[in-house]
Every structure is written in structure tokens, then in C-alpha cells.
């Protein structure tokens, strides 16, 4: 599987943005993807997840409420709508992908896109 997130760029704060990533190589409806980000100089940090089946969702409680998790599995494609972004919220933003299907709690996805990044200025 590859992925493939896009999307980022630079925005002011209170503006919105849409990430994207495109899996290739196999279907990954039934998978659970994720976001994670990692802002200069920090660690990375779980953002939003959707797990396979189901379809349950899971947010980060600072984007709860502004950001937005789907997947249209037509398209192979999971979404992150980011709005009211923050200067706190610049990073580059990386798509996970795991193929149990479950969203894993430390983050270990099998694969990784290369990441986009956002930066919102104040």
C-alpha cells in the first residue's frame, strides 16, 4: 500500500484547509486511517482516526470540534477538513494506514504517507 497526502499549504489563522490521501495498491476500506502530526521541533502527535469496518472515530481533544475525519472508500481516499485553524495546528501532517482494520493507540500504522505540510500564520 501506498499513500499519498496532499492538501497542506499556508493559510491565516481562522481559515480552513483539506488533506487528502490517496491509498494505492490495494483497497483500503476496511483498514483504519489515521493523521498524525509533527510540528517543528516536537513529537509526533495522534490528530484523527477512522477505523475499518465500522467506521468509528476518534479525534485529538485540541482539533475536536474544527477538524473533521472521512474516507469515501470509492475513491480509496481518507479526508482531513481542517477549519478555525490555529497557529498551534502548524505541521506537517502525515496519513497512517493499518490493515487489522482497529486504530492503533500508539500510532504503530503498517504504512505512512510522506506527509503535507500546514502552516497557519497569525
Known amino acids: 500500500v501506498q499513500l499519498q497526502a496532499s492538501g497542506g499549504g499556508l493559510v491565516q489563522r481562522g481559515g480552513s484547509l483539506r488533506l487528502s490521501c490517496v491509498a494505492s495498491?490495494?483497497?483500503?476500506?476496511?483498514?483504519?486511517m489515521g493523521w498524525i502530526r509533527q510540528a517543528p521541533g516536537k513529537e509526533r502527535e495522534f490528530v484523527a482516526a477512522?477505523?475499518?469496518?465500522?467506521?468509528?472515530?476518534y479525534y485529538a481533544d485540541a482539533v475536536k470540534g474544527r477538524f473533521t475525519i472521512s474516507r469515501d472508500n470509492a475513491k480509496n481516499t481518507v479526508y482531513l477538513q481542517m477549519n478555525s485553524l490555529k497557529p498551534g495546528d502548524t505541521a506537517v501532517y502525515y496519513c497512517?494506514?493499518?490493515?487489522?482494520?482497529?486504530?492503533?493507540?500508539?500510532?504503530?500504522?503498517?504504512?505512512w504517507g510522506q506527509g503535507t505540510l500546514v502552516t497557519v500564520s497569525s
Open positions: 477512522i477505523s475499518g469496518g465500522n467506521g468509528t472515530i
Open positions: 497512517g494506514a493499518k490493515a487489522l482494520g482497529y486504530v492503533p493507540p500508539s500510532g504503530d500504522y503498517d504504512y
Open positions: 495498491g490495494r483497497t483500503v476500506k476496511n483498514f483504519a
